[in-house]
């Protein structure tokens, strides 16, 4: 691996100071399963590596059925994935963390650190959109909150500033009738990039459709929200002919890239099968 | 025959330190002052290099050895070392003034740290100048296609083309009642060992080169080691104990073992140079792709009148193994299914891609794919179960093999018919395929045959010594590599079974070119049947001593004595009887008798067969396949060790399932560079994705040249699964795929393309 | 610059002078002396340096040397249950035909233990959900389930299984 030098700061002060002082140069380092895997690849080629793992309180994971579930940055996709109360009210989440890499990388990988990867194709983004996910930003006296949906701006590229790091993620308390669903495309069941990634999370009335998001990773520079999709099916009976119009839908705000993992074309019929069976599968979840 | 070693799962001589962490892998050895090399590589699939600027790398602190190709013996070699042999072609350089390939070794570092020597690569400054180049086959074969060799024949052939022919087929095809042509194109799987290629030099104070390494062929690797630096034999050491992996492509030379071995010499240390897994897939060996045309004559009632093909391989940027692929890729295509009037043709061209080397199935993976498909498409049109169609046809005692030898025994039938009735053939095909939803199902079935060595290509020989201890254990000491498969332990049993003795009391020396008698390698699934067969015959030499040394004790002839269990007795004579031990023993102060036996072994040939059997499932939304349950039959002979042989059958089905579905090495047509260099990209099969899988063993046709009967098994299980999946993929959904991998989108375009064929509901058909 | 690293390997305090690029993997296999850990691709893709570190499984390729400092760590060379006594894994990978070339084994073991001491019971899918990270290129999986599934089998019902 390329030579660094290496900090372990005991606090959040210390640790975005230290940002600051190697503006540009430093990279934090949380699981590390993409960091260390990008400075080997020389993709990232940082002279100051700031672990965060020291620093107390940000490895909690906390659920109230009134505030929802709230993570610290530290928490990995193995807690998560395991978490009785991720798996009950956001199983779509508990799912796309379940598909993370294997066990050996989810027990480092943090859903923090895939967030600030901010990879188009990573697993958890599509179904904490889509469960309304809130991060919060530190940074040197300093604080700020931003709606995940908001937090993207390109591959690998966030909101984020230099100094900033994320501390916290929350998502809101589920209501009754609601179902999040995560479907995940690629050639091999396990140990895969996704070719496609569709998230659903919705609440029924009956069978009357009162909150839907359909969230698409792996098919546009960043995970994006088929919002005409959302809008088609609002408010209706989800039969199957609205299923397949929104599925329809989902597939033509699509903007997916051809490459090794698969075509443009076969990725958009892609969003349009998984979409479909997504919200069938949530449909089945709510009854 | 009543065997009390051999066809036993005994406890494998290696498996202890494997499982314990405790074997040592050429990676794992380290030596005092040891350096770590690294290797710059070109960006770039052709070009001359102008010029190369090592100044600012030699001054960085802690580099030691810098080596480019001004630097290193301008000596023309075989990538492939086979001895005298028709396989393997001589046109590579250690380092060459051009780049024929996009990661292709163009200086080499030493330096006190990975890190170092890899900053040093960042360092080094070379110069190209760009020539045109030829990524594909059709535009290697254009005629103003850039040579990427200056070798005979030229025009991009690696050698001239292999034909081969028998009969006419001419009548062949004016007999036949159906005639089927098609076109075929396989991928480019790549071994992916779970070893990185590794090796570990060191030079004494007297000149002499001792090389850890992870290869399969220690002998060879001395060889053309000694000839490309001048050094006798005896001063060129090779080592290898414990490998992970090879599947045929460590047969070859990669660059690293000779930067390694001169930047030891350049820089008076050890020095240990590990790829990366990067690495182990640029400058590794796959599969040749290939393209095949196939053409077969057939009569009514099934039987082939004729058969012609033109095979076509991508050899990459050097010929490696192309001759010997090509050449058994061409000939395998005479057998297997009986037909008395072919004409094959087959070819191998240069490319500016990595190099295609030496792979489980050799050529046959390439051949018999179209081969069986075909069969499977004639049998539809002759309105014939295709098993029945190939059990018809299947190639059986007397018929002349693709070696020239004849068949022996009915193997191939017998693993159809074992096969059919294990799965219920009949009723599982008549199953109506499920019509509702997204999901089918189908069966199909695949066959192949592969031979035992490497005969006729190469003329081999297998040597061993055995030697009795003075306490009646014994030393078998042999050149074979033991690359994973428990090699080692089957020819343990083999000698223990020839000698009597207990398995425990045999063990076995190998791994030291120093001290083993010569190897070929451990390729061309011989090691059992040649080594073995060696193994066996010098047991039987020692046997022979022993019992002359016992019949004076026991006052018998030595025709009337037999062994059995670590014990002589005379036979028919209950009760009369010494150990082993005691008839080797010191007695009336003397030494214990030095009984050594020493064997070489020349094969001919032999083959081995199989029938697969595969469930598949097809998702028609996702064009999704996945592989349900595998009941692969072989026939081997006689099984030396039943669960090991099981589990090389087993992990050749992975193989093969990937090959057939996910596994291909993308090279991007542009600019030659890989587009999948790793193991997420690259894509095997997992444990979640591999099926079950019932294997089944049969012994019906033993080879007399066999110890004990036996024949390979190494290569054998690759072959047939990839028909077989291909097969049971056009019974679920009814679309026929010419290539491997078949791919999902593939699968979707074929339902669609299908679906706008097919005539609309209510017009008559 | 090299810092030091107290860490617990199986059962042993060590203090190992490490540069802080190091890895986890690294450090085993050069400053403890401990190879049975293999690097097969060294990003995390396959799971032969597998070890258990504070009690998880994990990729030692992907954890850097320091960060193990005051930790726990685990390699195959720790896994027996006692110093001539194989752990129950390692024997039925031998009778089981779960190990040919090897490479994979020592990761693979590690990671079936970890299974069983959270999962004493798996089924065969979650046999193969846990082992998803480790690839074998050489048994297919089938022997390595096996291997798996009848250790889990004996070490309930303490009656020895076999092939």
Not at chain 1, 172 to 187: C, D, F, M, N, Q
Not at chain 2, 636 to 653: F, L, M, S, W, Y
Request: net charge negative.
């Amino acid at each position: 691996m390329r030579r660094f030098d290496y900090f372990e700061p005991q606090t959040l002060d210390e640790a975005v100071a230290l940002l600051s002082r190697y503006n540009g140069t430093a990279n934090v380092l949380a699981g590390g399963t993409d960091l260390l895997v990008e400075i080997k690849e020389q993709i990232r080629k940082p002279d100051h590596v700031i672990n965060i793992k020291k620093i107390p309180g940000m490895n909690r994971l906390t659920f109230d059925p009134v505030a929802g579930l709230n993570f610290g940055s530290l928490v990995t996709a193995r807690e998560i994935e395991t978490s009785p109360d991720v798996r009950r009210d956001y199983s779509g989440l508990a799912q796309a963390a379940s598909e993370v890499g294997s066990i050996q990388v989810r027990n480092r990988a943090t859903i923090v650190g895939n967030i600030c990867r901010a990879s188009p194709s990573a697993d958890t983004l599509p179904p904490l959109i889509a469960d309304g996910a809130i991060v919060t930003v530190f940074s040197e006296g300093d604080e700020r909150r931003v709606a995940l949906e908001d937090f993207f701006v390109g591959p690998g590229r966030t909101v984020l500033r230099p100094n900033e790091i994320v501390t916290a993620v929350e998502l809101p308390a589920v209501t009754p009738h609601s179902a999040s669903i995560y479907i995940k495309h690629g050639r091999r069941k396990a140990m895969e990039l996704a070719t496609v990634g569709v998230a659903v999370s919705l609440t029924l009335e009956g069978a009357v459709c009162r909150r839907i998001r359909i969230v698409l990773g792996a098919v546009a520079p960043t995970p994006i929200r088929a919002k005409k999709a959302e809008a088609l099916a609002q408010g209706h009976a989800l039969d199957e002919d609205l299923i397949e119009a929104a599925a329809q839908t989902a597939m033509d705000e699509s903007r997916p890239i051809s490459n090794i993992r698969g075509s443009a074309a076969y990725r958009r019929e892609m969003v349009r099968v998984l979409t479909a069976r997504a919200i069938r599968q949530a449909q089945e979840c709510v009854q | 025959m009543n065997m009390s070693v051999v066809g036993k799962s005994v406890k494998r001589v290696d498996t202890l330190g494997k499982v314990t962490g405790l074997a040592r892998y050429a990676g794992d050895l380290s030596l005092p002052g040891m350096l770590h090399a690294k290797i710059k590589r070109s960006n770039i699939a052709h070009a001359s290099i102008k010029q190369i600027d090592v100044s600012k790398a030699r001054a960085l602190p802690g580099v030691k050895a810098v080596l480019t190709h001004q630097d290193v013996p301008r000596v023309l070699h075989y990538g492939s070392p086979h001895p005298r042999s028709a396989s393997v072609t001589k046109d590579q350089y250690i380092l060459d003034n051009k780049v024929r390939y996009w990661g292709e070794g163009v200086a080499a570092v030493a330096a006190i740290s990975e890190e170092i020597a890899e900053e040093a690569l960042d360092l080094i400054e070379v110069e190209y100048e760009k020539l045109p180049a030829a990524f594909t086959v059709e535009q290697a074969l254009c005629p103003d296609a850039p040579l990427i060799h200056d070798t005979s024949p030229g025009g991009n052939l690696v050698m001239d083309p292999v034909i081969v022919t028998r009969g006419d087929i001419e009548r062949g095809f004016a007999e036949a009642d159906l005639i089927i042509e098609g076109e075929f194109k396989g991928g480019r799987p790549t071994p992916a060992y779970m070893e990185p290629n590794v090796c570990l030099c060191q030079w004494d104070g007297n000149g002499k080169l001792t090389v850890w390494i992870s290869t399969q062929a220690p002998f060879m690797v001395r060889g053309v080691i000694a000839e490309v630096l001048g050094l006798p034999l005896n001063n060129v050491r090779v080592l290898v104990d414990h490998m992970g992996g090879g599947f045929g492509a460590k047969q070859d030379l990669f660059q690293n073992e000779f930067l390694c071995v001169l930047l030891a010499r350049e820089s008076k240390r050890p020095v240990r140079m590990e790829l990366s897994r990067k690495e182990t897939f640029l400058s590794g060996r796959s599969r040749h792709p290939v393209h095949v045309w196939l053409k077969q004559g057939f009569k009514k009632d099934g039987t082939i009148t004729a058969r012609q093909a033109l095979l076509t391989f991508n050899s990459g940027a050097y010929g490696s193994h192309a001759p010997g692929v090509t050449g058994v890729s061409t000939a395998s295509l005479t057998s297997l299914y009986r037909c008395e009037n072919v004409h094959l043709e087959g070819r191998a061209v240069y490319t500016n891609t990595p190099i295609a080397g030496a792979f489980r199935g050799y050529g046959c993976v390439q051949s018999y794919y179209p081969l069986d498909i075909q069969m499977d498409e004639a049998a539809e049109r002759l309105g014939i179960d295709p098993a029945e169609l190939k059990l018809r046809n299947a190639v059986r005692g007397d018929d002349i093999a693709p070696s020239g030898h004849a068949v022996t025994g009915h193997g191939l039938e017998d693993c159809i018919r074992r096969g059919m009735a294990e799965v219920k053939w009949s009723e599982v095909r008549a199953q109506a395929h499920e019509t509702s939803g997204a999901i089918r199902y189908g069966w199909g079935m695949g066959c192949e045959m592969h031979g035992s060595s490497a005969y006729p290509g190469i003329k081999e020989q297998g040597n061993a010594i055995v030697k009795m201890n003075e306490d009646g254990t014994v030393t078998l000491v042999t050149g074979t590599t033991g690359l994973g498969t428990g090699a080692h332990t089957a020819l343990a049993q083999i000698v223990a079974e020839e000698l009597g003795v207990k398995f425990e009391d045999v063990g076995v020396v190998h791994g030291d070119t120093d001290v083993t008698p010569w190897d070929i390698g451990a390729f061309a699934s011989h090691t059992t049947f040649m080594g073995g067969r060696a193994a066996q015959m010098a047991a039987a030499e020692v046997k022979k001593q022993l019992l002359e040394r016992a019949a004076e004790r026991l006052e018998a002839a030595p025709g009337d004595l037999d062994i059995a269990d670590g014990m002589i007795s005379v036979k028919g004579v209950p009760g009369y009887q010494i150990s082993v031990r005691e008839a080797i023993a010191p007695r009336l102060g003397l030494p214990a008798a030095h009984l050594v036996g020493t064997a070489s072994y020349h094969p001919t040939k032999s083959y081995s067969f199989a029938a697969h059997f595969v469930q598949v499932k097809v998702d028609t939304k996702t064009g999704q396949i996945e592989v349900v349950k595998v009941v692969p039959v072989h026939e081997i002979g006689r099984t030396i060790h039943p669960v090991a042989a099981a589990g090389q059958i087993e992990g050749g089905i992975q193989q093969g399932i990937g090959h057939t579905l996910t596994e291909d090495y993308v090279i991007d047509t542009t600019d030659g560079h890989s587009l999948n260099p790793s193991f997420v990209d690259y894509k095997m099969p997992l444990s979640m994705d591999m099926p079950p899988i019932h294997t089944i063993i049969i012994e019906t046709a033993p080879n007399p040249g066999g110890p004990f009967g036996a024949k390979g098994i190494a290569e054998d299980p690759i072959i047939a699964i990839g028909p077989a999946i291909a097969n049971a993929v056009y019974h679920a959904i009814g679309v026929r795929f010419h290539h491997y991998p078949i791919t999902p989108e593939q699968v979707l375009d074929g339902l669609r393309k299908k679906n706008e064929a097919a005539p609309r509901p209510g017009i008559a058909a | 610059m090299k810092q030091v690293v107290a860490v617990t390997i199986n059962g042993e305090a060590h203090e190992l002078a490490v540069e802080p690029y190091r890895s986890l993997l690294d450090m085993l296999r050069n400053e403890a002396g401990l190879t049975g850990t293999k690097k097969g691709c060294d990003v995390g893709d396959c799971g032969a340096c597998t070890v258990l570190l504070n009690g998880r499984p994990v990729n030692s390729c992907l954890v850097l040397a320091l960060e193990v400092n005051g930790g726990d760590v685990v390699t195959i060379e720790g896994i027996q249950s006692g110093p001539d006594r194989l752990h129950p894994l390692q024997e039925n990978m031998m009778k089981f035909g779960g190990s040919q070339c090897g490479f994979c084994s020592p990761g693979i073991i590690v990671m079936a233990k970890a299974l069983l001491d959270e999962n004493p019971n798996p089924t065969e899918d979650e046999i193969r959900f846990a082992l998803a990270g480790n690839i074998c290129r050489c048994t297919g999986y089938t022997k390595i389930i096996e291997a798996v599934a009848a250790t889990a089998k004996q070490l309930s019902s303490g009656k020895e299984i076999t092939p």
